[in-house]
């Protein structure tokens, strides 16, 4: 009788167990004419991304944003235990900086408004050990970063800046404005691919990360809105 008592209270708290993991779970959402809204300056609110492959060689990311921020901010945040910056896309007072195992590459002199849409890829490889910024269909200079590959486990935290793995936000560095379209594939897109990206025209989704189907989870005040697209 013991013996059965066990079992079923066992059996129980296994499938109590699976119930919590299962609904803890995100579950990946098609964000199509959607976006991120980042509202205020805070050390906390960012939206955690989840990716599963955990080993890469190289890298490109794009995605859109919108703020009238005149300070810095980081906008894409990918933290590995041994790297804090192991891809980290931030905006400098005058320039862009692109980040890979804390091996910092600075943009200079791109053409860059505030209260205005831009669109941003960058894209980094560790066999040429090159990484190349493009803001609004123009490309950067080429510079050299890290030649080794960014292994995990990997953290990704947009609007946050990754000091240690997962954590140390400061709000000094957090953004505020609106986000969207972010997709990430673990090779280098061509500058075709990029053009056709940046003008929204049938361009290739993320094989890492796509924002038509995008795993996340929100932590604190982050909103998910529609588009403000211009009426036609």
Known sequence: MTCMVFFVCSLYQMLLFLLLVTSCAAIPQNLSEK??????????????LTILKQDFNALTVCFRFF????????????AVPSFDNGLLFYKNLNSFAVSVRNTDSSFEGLDFKLNKWHSVCGTWSAASGLAQLWLNGEPSSRKLSSTSNINGPIIIALGQDQDSHGGDFQAKQSFVGMMSDLHMWDYTLSPCEIRKYMNDRSYANGNVLNWNSLEFQIKGRVLIENKQNTCQ
């Open 35 to 48: 976006m991120f809204t980042f509202p205020e300056a805070t050390g906390t609110a960012h939206a955690k």
């Open 67 to 78: 703020t009238d921020l005149s300070r810095e901010y980081a906008l894409f945040s990918l």
